[in-house]
């Protein structure tokens, strides 16, 4: 239990440690045009991508995608960039989507702490951003949001705000420890040991899928999450059958569409009526990566309190691990 929130509550130290590291790091540029960026991987090394992609949308030319499969899309080719994110470096879907990379002629470049990807790379003379080894895949993601950001401000691809940005996330997240504590507790206290529904606008989806691994890795509940506005054209009618079983986690940011601040809100009406069980949270800060890091930071608290009020060990993961052994049966 310790072990995880102390990891938990480096957050911030991760994410300064990373900006000395990509400062420091010797990658080379591959002065390329790309027309398409693809971030590859699963799980805890792959979903810095998903939040990252979202990040950059609103100011990077170039398209940023994620991909979580042993394959990649079928634009891939020698001007796409494709980032491949795997901390063990031996994960074998993003092993898999890492030699269809090189056979593409795309330039790729690597986040790992070792394995067969640290040994490709070298092998390859690719770049790579060596993470420290040792830890959850999931408890590093400081690391990768800010190595991530480097990998595409070397290429060209966004300029170097994001420094200051991340400096200043860091040491807001430090100074605010105590309060986001207190929060995560009172969401804790609102879901109780409800089955809990995350919702926020679109533009976070890659922030409510880190929450929900995170409640399915760390305090091992099953959850599901949904976006505005699509929800309202699916999910909101299911709602029908909804009950008080489940419990809402509403998030906000004050750079939500208008229409889907409205919309969050009727909703919010028309699901009281099924389940009184709805905490709201609201996104602080007016930069965008410190919004998002604060958020972040939030629901890995959240997942830490919930495991120890379940009971349950934060870092054990049998369910994969026997996965992982089945599948070494058939290579």
């Known amino acids: 239990m310790e072990e995880m929130k102390a990891l938990v509550l480096a957050f911030p130290d991760h994410l300064e440690a990373a900006l000395k590291s990509g400062m420091a790091s ?20 792959g979903i810095g991508g998903r939040i990252v992609s979202q990040l950059v949308a609103p100011t990077s030319a170039t398209p940023v995608v ?22 063990s470096g031996d994960t074998e879907e993003t092993v898999s989507a890492m030699k269809l990379a090189h056979q593409s002629g ?16 070298h092998e390859h003379r690719l770049n790579c ?20 950001h480097f990998i595409l401000w070397k290429e060209g691809c966004i300029d170097d705000r994001f420094i200051l940005d991340f400096q200043q996330a860091a040491r807001w997240i ?3 420890g105590g309060d986001i504590e207190q929060t995560a ?12 529904v995350l919702y926020a606008g679109s533009d976070y989806e890659g922030l409510l899928i880190r929450w929900r691994q995170q409640l399915n890795e760390n305090s091992k509940l099953l959850c599901w999450h949904h976006v505005f506005p699509e929800m309202n054209h699916n999910e909101l009618v299911g709602w029908t059958g909804g009950d ?28 009281e009526e099924r389940s009184r069980h709805i905490t709201e949270v609201w996104g602080k800060d007016e930069n965008a990566i410190a919004r998002l890091v ?38």
């Open 26 to 45: 010797g990658y080379r540029p591959s002065g390329r045009k790309f027309e398409n960026i693809v971030i590859t991987g699963l799980g805890g090394s």
């Open 66 to 87: 994620c991909a979580n499969d042993y394959k990649l899309p079928g634009f891939v080719g020698k001007h796409s960039l494709v980032v491949i994110s795997s901390y």
């Open 106 to 121: 795309a330039e790729i470049a690597c986040i790992t702490s070792g394995g067969k990807v640290l040994e490709f790379a």
């Open 129 to 148: 951003m060596q993470l420290p080894s040792g830890n959850p895949p999931r408890a590093m993601l400081g690391f990768s949001l800010v190595m991530l």
């Open 174 to 176: 430090r100074n605010e």
């Open 185 to 196: 507790s009172k969401i804790a206290d609102g879901l109780g040991d409800r089955i809990p």
């Open 244 to 271: 008080e079983r489940f419990a809402v986690v509403m998030i906000h940011n004050e750079d939500d569409h208008p229409r889907v601040k409205l919309r969050m809100k009727i909703c919010r009406e028309l699901i």
């Open 294 to 331: 604060y958020l972040v930071h939030l629901g890995d608290l959240l997942s830490v309190v919930l495991a120890e009020r379940r009971g349950v060990n934060p870092v054990e993961i049998p369910a994969i691990q026997f996965l992982k052994n089945e599948l070494s049966r058939w290579p």
